[in-house]
Each structure stands twice: as structure tokens, then as C-alpha cells.
């Protein structure tokens, strides 16, 4: 099937780049030595996970529960539910669990740690338990160096088992350039090691040691006395990571099919189906030294067109302009030409859609369905 | 069956709130003396749709054509695609008429009009068409005064058959207050009934004049000169609709259920299970008044938490703060605490789900499918 013959919007994904980078992080994963463990949430399909994992069993990460049941139901056995659990998911991830799959669950705080050793106790299950750490600031967890984390520890009895630490270099999003990322996955991994070590000396039992996020998983140059590494972006690319240095903007497995449907000759505009609800709100590059606005525009070939971005994006309306402030003229794009549009993130404009247009050599020669919700 | 037993993230809709404002739009339309002809893109659902409409029927307005494939078959006819049309689109919209469906669609170009025509002279098929008109700069549309008005006019041939026109004030949603929304109202109204004069003197028949977005439709004083109203996201309400002044807070019949997963204790940081995948990533309250950041934050049975908002946003990680800068005790918000979030924007989170729980007098007593996609 030709590209342009696909409806649009779409998603096109070119399968070359998307094998090459999934390939790359394997082989990385390998030669220093850790287990890579890839983030299934921004595929969120079985065929993208089944590149990115070392085997069709995982071991493999997800962001939600239903993350967990699809890809167990595909057959991944080896899961970390990466969220800190609440009470109400409790007996969700149980089902899992008593159905064969080794989901571990995380948790940050003394209060979820009690009410799941109760859990497990009243419902006679063993859950394995990662504690969350905070490496950067960014978000959840507990600092490495904090008494809570020898309390959480403590807290987690009967089937609750402690079996490791998790941290996200969140922050890591925001650096720019390989050694501002290196240093990130430096941080990352003295915060991981430290707060791995204080529970050993503790007495606890702790067999994962799981870093990990694309920019600080691309630059590490050391992961010593961790045993694992989650990614997940890494494996598409998007404009955000363009800008933090991770990949060039023709290295981006991932774009929008669009069609033109009009243009504002006065303004220099160039008007689009692809608006916001298949591109997605994030504006990831608007604090970046590029902003591209909603997107680069490429041509139906994946061609990056210099300077051209989508400005404007209304529902269902993407407004390409020149960044030069040239006007753009009705001829070199006339109605019905179809372009391709780099999203800001990938996880963000994926989850819009239901599905992947698998592009290779200029064909399109797969659909891969992909899922949303919780 | 109460709102604590539902899994989190999910939508919640006020279904007296939601009843209300479509029962102001239908009256204040009828008192007016203009048709409504309700956009349905904002609910995306059967049941959403049937209460916003006059009848079952329709008049209706859809943004894609998945849309009006959907509402079509459970029998809406009468529908107009309000996103100019663009030619891989239109044997898909042809196939809609041949199955009796009255769909109109829209077109701003000479170029697409010859397109229409030659499809329609090939096709054997009549396809209605209202002209797009640009009332104020906002994004598609011929402007009311544009010499190419009756170019387009005259390009349309054969089956591709002139009915009326339309705009859509789209720059409204930048007003602030009554005063500002009723100008909006005048200039699209004024815009239209020039344009509809211009082609109307020119021999053209003009049966359809056009009008509508949910600030204008709310406070227009006069339709004279219009046949009708669209107007989608007024039916439910957002923080964007509350800063323009069309709804106040406790009015917004939609929000988020998210549960409590953590604290950041020195930061005052709440963490829920919302992050931007079932908000949105919509931030239209950053340029307002008051930014909401990614929601305003309600009590389980929706009553407003004053200062509270979501200030952070991560996929699957809401950050709550205290606009004050009062660091928020995790005591007040335990683990596992059901809260709502205020949505910056309601087509934008509505999209992230696959279905509204309706709730009445604290009770879910529905849930109603919605679609997405293309």
C-alpha cells in the first residue's frame, strides 16, 4: 500500500529507524552488562513491545494496570507496574499476579507499604515490591539518603516483599547535550546504589537495583551496581529528545500523515487536518532552544522542510507556517498534498490513535493496533 | 453504585449539569428563533449527543468523519462536517449521502470547490456545500468581503450544490466577560449576514446561515439574519469556558476521578494517579486570569478545594499544590483519597477515555460510551 492512501490523520511509523534504535539499546544494555527492562507506555502495542524486549516473556515496564493485564495476555511474564500502587489497585494487580504473571508493584511512603502488607495478609498473596526512589527531585519517591526509606523497609511484612529500588532520572528531560545527560545518569545511579546499599546494610533482601529514562539510558557510560535499566521514548524519538541531544530530527521513527485542506494567502499559511487531537496539547519543545510549536513538517517522504513547523493547532486544524516569517505560497502546497508532522512526544501523540502505520522503503506494509485507557 | 468504587483515572460526568446547559442552549435557540445545530465533537457519544439535540435526527455538527459516520448510524441525518473538506475525503463523505445520510460539508477555495464538482459530475452524486467564512482571523475561511467569495461560489458545479454558508468566531475564546462574548456575536453575525447578502445577490440560493462557538452562543442578544446556532463544548463546561466568563467553576460537569498515590512532604506536594494522559495535555488557562495549570482540584462529590490546582503533570503522576504556596499536609490527603480535577479543557480530556460515568445526587447511575479516532 502506498503512504498516500492512508486516511489521515495517521500515525506512520518507519520501521528501520524504530528496529535500529530498540536494536542499539539492546546491544548498549548488553555490552555493560545490565538486564534491559524497555517502558511499554509509549508503544502500547504488542508488536512495538515484542522489538523493544530481549525476549517475548520480558522482562518489560508499564505505566498502568491495563498495561500489565494486555501485555501479560500477550504473554510477558516479567513486569514492573512503574506508578506507586494505591489501595484501590491493590486487588487488580493480586489477579495478576495469581494468574502466573511476575508483576512487581513500587511504592514510596510508609502509609501504602502498611495497607499492602495488610492487604497481603488478609488475602493470603505475595506481591513483590520495588521502593521508589527520588534521584532528582522530579516527582515521587524517597530520597537515598532519607529515614523513611529504612522505615518503608520495615513496613512491608507478610507477603509484601521487599525485592529492590526503582528510580526515573525525570529530570534528565531537561538537560542538553551528552554530558549534561551523563551527568544526570551519574546522579541516577550513585542515588540507586546509595539507597540500594543503606537497605542491604539493613538486612533487606535486594535483587533489582532499576534505573533508567532515554536521555540518561543513551549517555550512561557506567552502570555499576545496578542490575537494570528502563527506557521507553528511546525506541521512536520525538522533538523533545531532538532537543535534549539524544537523536537528530531524521533519526525520528514517528510522524502524523496529514492532508492540506486549505491556506490564509495573506498570512502565509498553510492549513492542515492534523490539529491537536492527532497531534496531541504537548508542547514539550516551548522551553527548548527550538520551539517547533505542534511539530516539523517533513514531506509525505519523511523529508525534513527547513524552518517549516506547525504554529497553530484548533481541534481538528494544523497551521503551518515558515519560521522565517517568509509566507508560505498556496502553489508549493497545494490542497490535497500530503505532509508528515514530528510530534513534540511521541508517548502524547501516540495515545491519540488507535493504531501504527508501519512504513518501510516508501510502503506501507503493516498495521499495528495499539491501546489506551487504564 | 458510589464514585469511590470506580477505577481511577476516569471521567465523571454531573449528568443535572450536563441536562442543564443543554436545556439553557435548546431554550435560549428557540427563544431566538434559530435552529441548533449542536457540535458533537466535545462528547463524542451517543447518549451526550441525544441530549444536546432538538431531535433525534439531528440538526447536527461533527469535526470528523468517523463522527458523522458514527452518529449517522445511530440515526442522525442531518449533519454537517465543519472541517473544510479535502479530496481523499470525498468518497468517504459521498458513501455517508448514498446511504440517505443529509450530510453537508464545507470548503474555503476555489480549488477544492472544482475538485468537489469533478468528483461529483464522476460520481453522479449530489453533495451539499456551505462556503467556510472567516469572521475573525482565527484559523480556515474565505473573509465576508473577499472577492474570491463568489469565485467559489461560481467553482462549485454540477452535483457540488451551494446551500449556505458558515463561520465559526473562533477568536471568542480569547474574550473575557459578557461585554466582549456579545461583540464576538455581533462581528460573527454581522460576517456571516454580509457574506450570505453578497451570494444571495449574486444568484446564488443561500438556504443555511451558519453561526457558532460557545461564548458567542451563549451571550448573543440577536440571530437575526442566521438559520442557525453550533455550539459543542457548552454542554458540559471547562476552566477555559469559566475564564471567558460563560461558566462559573461549581457549573463544570465534567471532571477526573484520580486517587491520592503519595506526597511530597517537604514540597507540600500531593500525587495522584492523573497525569496529562488523562488530563490532557491542555493548558488553556495559561493564558487567562487564573492558570489552572492542568485542573482545578475538587472533593470526591465535586466540591471546589479553593487554591488547589495541578500543577505538574507527568504521564501517569498529578502534582497538587496549594496556589498559596502553603505546603499541603499529607493528613488532609491521605493515600488512597478520591479527588475530582476541573479540566482546563473538556474536549481535550474527554478524548483521553473510553466512556463518561454519569453521576446523580452522588450515585453512578450510567456510563456512557464515547469514541475517538478519525
Redesign the interface.
Known sequence: MEITEL????LILDEKKFRDHCNWMKDKCKRLGVNLRPHL?TGKSREVALCQMISQEGPATV??LLEAENFFSWGVRDLIYA??????KFS?AAELIKKGCRLKVI???V??AK?LSNFCEKSHIEIPVLIEI?CDGH??GVKPVSPDLIGIASALTDGAKLVGVLTHA?DSYGCVGSKACRKAAENERDSIVLAANRLKEAGFNIEIISVGSTPTATFAENWAGCTEVRCGVYCIGDLVMAGVGVYKLEDLALSLLV??????KEKGWV?T?GG???L????GTASQAVDYGYGAVCDVNGKILDNLYVK?A????G?IVNRTGEAISPEDF???TKLRILPN?A??MA????SYHVVNDGKVIAEWPRF???
Chains 1, 2 share one sequence.
Open positions: 486516511r489521515t490523520p495517521c507506555k505505566s498502568t506508578v506507586g500502587i494505591s489501595p484501590s487488580r511504592l514510596d511512603n502509609e501504602t495497607a527520588d516527582r515521587s525525570g492532508e492540506v485542506i486549505g491556506h490564509q492549513i487536518d491537536w487531537m492527532a496531541s496539547r504537548d508542547r497553530l484548533n481541534q481538528e486544524h497551521v497545494p490542497v490535497g512526544h508517548c502524547a495515545a491519540q490513535h488507535h489506551c485507557g487504564w
